[in-house]
């Protein structure tokens, strides 16, 4: 059917008239004599009064809506609304109450049956030649129907209702019947109030409440008070009142107009100075804890579809800026912990072994820095490539009160400290370990503390980590500067230049990084205003509080151990791993099988480091350590091994794949150990221009104790000696 012309004409709104716009239906009952563009109508079921702004009724339709439509008559009004919007004869009642659905049936009933006896009575009446009173002919109808008792099938139940019906209670009934033409399942879902399950909250609310959520609440374990709080010290405190309004910014909010108001550098007065921005700004009001708690809790239970609903309010594209991009980190943190990267950094600078000062190699930096005080949270030095333990060693040294500066000697404050709310990692292998999501989850203790949001940047876009990428870029400028075999550009000769002239040991490097984090933990940025690191930390602290963090007890310092993926069953003779039995005395009164007579399982840690110890835990509660039997010395120590080490033993012994450990595996270990010292003595003993020592010819007479002729060797080995030694 061809849709007809709804064009509104001047006097559709004068009183008497009626209006259907929003689903809902309303009579016109006077213009406001104060304000003419607001009219007071009744809707229709009769419900209480309420006014319509002519703003809203005559603005052009948003997509997806459509217009007001108006007529003089309500059976006018109908025919109109069934050509343009094609109303169905029914509305669905599969969710509506039990009793509306009885009501409407009441209603019908009574109507229809009131009809029939008057039609009965004006029949008799005209047949007689009698006059016809219609009010006494609906008082004797109702007196018939308050005798009737019907049955309503609802839901595979049935109701049964005694009919009592009043005049007054008639008249109510007969205008909803011809309200909605006798239309049960309109007649029941018009019992519902007009504003069922559509929210008070005008879109700037909505889109203001949307926001702080997503800044300061998302997945992470910050209290719904603390965000409501912060919430209420925005709008009150940093802009007045305002914030900006979806409907008056068209197609889509402007960012840079929701990223100033968010900015404390920015002077409110100056975006409400801007015509142009002041224009998108309307005033609103603060929500309800209550209502804020609910919803809320409404965002959480749609965890899964938690971007679409932010995509859907905030535009295509927040979700990404908000919880990836640099710049709203470093601009839109609020306070301490909040948002905290970490990466690692490859030393530009060599150094050597401690016991034989050859043997030049360089060492990985992992860092963790805030980016609401750009404090340094914590460090790890290790001379290996990024891994778990590089990862989890620094958060252990972040989350708990730092004495590793003390220890060397320093004196300067480190207060920084406590659980990040949400960690920001690249996508290392490591990250993604099932050791590290499971002290980011048991760190909370069951939810007595935070626990750790780990959140991936996405790959190949290294602004997301600008933060702490220009921090390394600092540190390297200094270790260039400063150290002794520090390699100052990736050309090969600077590299063998450098290597040729390291002489730092692993304390030294060690202490000079952390010279250089005390630094610049005290020097003023000018991105904090002039303040410090250490400053602003401390500002922070004092208005969010001191972090909570769980005792550092010798089961939680095991917790960021790497964990072995997968679960031994503890036997009586010991734990079988590496190819190595390990075992206890604490271990020994441990439970093997439960009260069903099932055998207990049990996960272990360990460091790769060390294989001499690992720790047994069930059920993610530290039980004891168990120690390797074929490592102990006999002092009742134990060798310290590392896994590597133990599987390139394995593997020159022949057994790769061996599960069972030998006696000759073992030696092997000791015999390398032996042969490497030796070897560095006779590098030095070249060094120097010494001839080499004899020692251990007697347990290798087939060795010679001098050193090759440098005539005798091809001219590859002599290339490779030049670089070696110079």
Known sequence: MKRKNTSVAPNTLQPGYYIFWHQRTYRVMALDPENTLLLHVEPIPEAPKTTLSLLDLLATPRKGSDGPLF???????????????????????????????????????????????????ERRAAARGEPLSRTQAIRRALEMVNKTTIQVQVKDTTYERRLQVSRAAYYKYSSLYDAYHGDESAIATSFRRATFRLSQMSQAQFHFI?????????????????????????????????????????????????????????????????P????????????????????????????????????????????????????????????????VFADHWLLDTWIVDEETRSKPSRLWLTVLIDAYSRS????????????????????????????????????????????????????????HSHSLENVARVISRNGVYNSIDLVFRPPYRGRYGAIIERLFKNFSGQ???????????????????????????????????????????????????GMTPHQKWSEGIQSSGFPLVPPFTPAMARLFLRMHPQTRIVRSKGIPAFGLNYWSAE????????????????????????????????????????????????????????????????????????????????????????????????????????????????????????????????????????????
Not at 90 to 107: F, V
Not at 500 to 515: F, I, K
């Open 376 to 431: 340094i949270l914590g460090m790890t030095l290790l001379a290996e490539n990024p891994c778990i333990e590089s990862i989890q060693q620094a958060l252990s040294h972040a989350i708990w009160e730092k004495k590793s500066h003390l220890t060397l000697g320093l004196k300067q404050e480190w207060n920084c400290y406590g659980i990040p709310m949400q960690l920001f990692l690249d996508n290392a292998w490591a990250h």
């Open 479 to 529: 270790v260039k500067e400063l150290a002794a075999g520090a390699i100052v550009s990736s050309a090969p000769k600077d590299i063998r230049t450098a290597a040729h002239q390291a002489c730092l040991l692993y304390p030294d490097v060690n202490r000079l990084l952390h010279q250089l984090i005390l630094n610049y933990q005290h020097t003023p940025h000018r991105e904090l205003h």
């Open 71 to 121: 007529a003089p008559t309500l059976e006018a009004l109908h025919s109109l609304v069934e050509e343009c919007h094609a109303v169905a004869t029914s509305a669905p009642t599969d969710d509506l109450p039990a009793n509306y659905l009885i009501k409407a049936r009441i209603i019908t009933t009574v109507v229809e049956m009131v009809g029939r006896l008057i039609s009965e009575d």
């Open 210 to 274: 949307d926001t702080c959520l997503l800044l300061y609440y998302g997945k992470t374990r910050v209290t719904k008070t603390r965000v409501y709080r912060l919430a209420q010290d925005i709008l009150e405190k940093r802009t007045q009142g305002y914030w900006i309004h979806p409907e008056y910014c068209g197609s889509a909010v402007p960012e840079n107009v929701v990223t100033e108001l968010l900015d404390l550098k920015i002077p409110m007065q100056a975006i409400l100075a801007n």
């Open 587 to 726: 271990l020994g009164g441990i439970e093997r099988v439960d009260h069903a007579g099932n055998a207990v399982q049990y996960n272990f840690r360990y460091d790769p480091v060390d294989i001499s110890r690992i720790s047994l835990f069930r059920n993610g509660e530290w039980v004891g350590d168990g120690y390797a039997r074929e490592l102990q010395q006999a002092d009742g120590s134990y060798q310290h091994l590392s896994l590597a080490e133990w599987k390139t033993a394995k593997r020159l012994a022949g057994s790769p794949e061996k599960l069972g450990n030998t006696p000759e595996e073992l030696a092997l270990v000791t015999d390398l150990k032996a042969l490497g010292s030796k070897r560095a003595q006779e590098k030095k003993a070249a060094q120097r221009g010494k001839p080499q020592p004899d020692a251990g010819t007697e347990e290798e007479p087939e060795q010679s104790a001098q050193p090759t002729s440098s005539s005798a060797l091809d001219e590859e080995t002599q290339r490779v000696l030049r670089f070696l030694h110079g």
């Open 276 to 339: 142009e921005k002041a224009a998108l700004l309307t005033k609103i009001e603060m929500p309800s804890t209550g209502w804020f708690y609910g919803y809320a809790k409404y965002i959480e239970a749609q965890s899964d579809q938690g971007e679409k609903i932010i995509t859907e309010r905030l535009g295509k594209g927040v979700w990404e800026q908000f919880h990836l991009v640099f710049d709203t980190f470093v601009h839109r943190a609020q306070f301490p912990l909040q948002y």
